[in-house]
């Protein structure tokens, strides 16, 4: 109980470099998660209101399977665009292979996806198959490290997080962080960190957030509070987070 309570003890190390790290935008989805609320905010009052999408959005709710995704693609998949471009049965039989692969460790044999440069232009140019092969909503909410977040964060954990994080950016693997501020619901969201920007005061994470495409977002750490804190988004007003990261061995 105290090895769980701690939320530190469970990793799996894993030797040395893994290659090349991840790239934004050229290595992320050319598509967002949809949220299932639309939001509204009111910037001469601050105030912030919401209400539920009718009809739902069809893809929505992906962030966790869109992060696990991310790493897949990251640790199993080479793309080549001298080879010429395949059919959409190849393509498909092709991502099954990808979501197949285990997100936790670096394959030892690419899968090749020909006529692509990258995970972007694919997906841009193939976005319903891509979407149709990402595992549904049941991945984030039957995710194995979800356990976690009902216990204590403490000061300390925290900046073992921090410097894990760092370590890991610094041999190429993207690290899948849960952010939420449990027991509120305010956020309870997951992203991929792909690179680090140290000041004497803080560690800034930039993270691929599955609900934005088009822009990376800041998890900064403050290296003297020994907090993290997430930025203002369209789906949360910014603030203190807790942050721990999944996909990461065999209890998370």
């Known amino acids: 109980m105290a090895l769980l309570l701690a939320g530190c003890a469970t990793a799996v190390p894993r030797p ?97 996806i020909p006529g692509y440069p990258d995970l972007r232009s694919f997906s841009a140019a193939h976005p319903e198959l891509v979407k149709a092969n990402i595992a549904g909503v049941w991945t984030s909410q039957l995710q194995r490290g979800n356990w976690r977040m009902i216990f204590p964060f403490p000061f300390r954990q925290q900046a073992a997080t921090a410097r894990r994080l760092r370590d890991e950016l610094a041999r190429g693997w993207p690290p899948i962080v849960h952010v939420l501020r449990y027991p509120q619901l305010t956020l309870n969201h997951m992203v991929v960190v792909y690179d680090v920007e140290e000041t004497p005061a803080e560690l800034r994470f930039l993270a691929y957030d599955p609900n934005d495409a088009e822009a990376p977002v800041v998890l900064a750490y403050d290296r003297r509070a020994r907090v993290f804190s997430y930025p203002t988004t369209l789906y949360f007003p910014g603030g203190p987070v807790r942050a721990y990261e999944i996909y990461d061995g065999p209890l998370y």
């Open 16 to 112: 040395g470099a893994v290659g090349a790290a991840l790239r934004f935008p050229a290595d992320v989805f050319a598509f967002a998660n949809e949220t299932v609320w639309e939001y509204h905010h009111d910037p001469a009052t601050g105030r912030r209101w919401w209400y539920e999408r009718n009809p739902r959005p069809p893809f929505s709710l992906r962030c966790g399977p869109m992060a696990r995704a991310i790493r897949q693609f990251h640790a199993h998949v080479r793309f080549d665009a001298a080879l010429p471009r395949a059919d959409e049965g190849t393509y498909e039989r092709l991502i099954r292979r990808v979501m197949a692969a285990d997100p936790r460790r670096q394959g030892d044999v690419r899968i090749v």
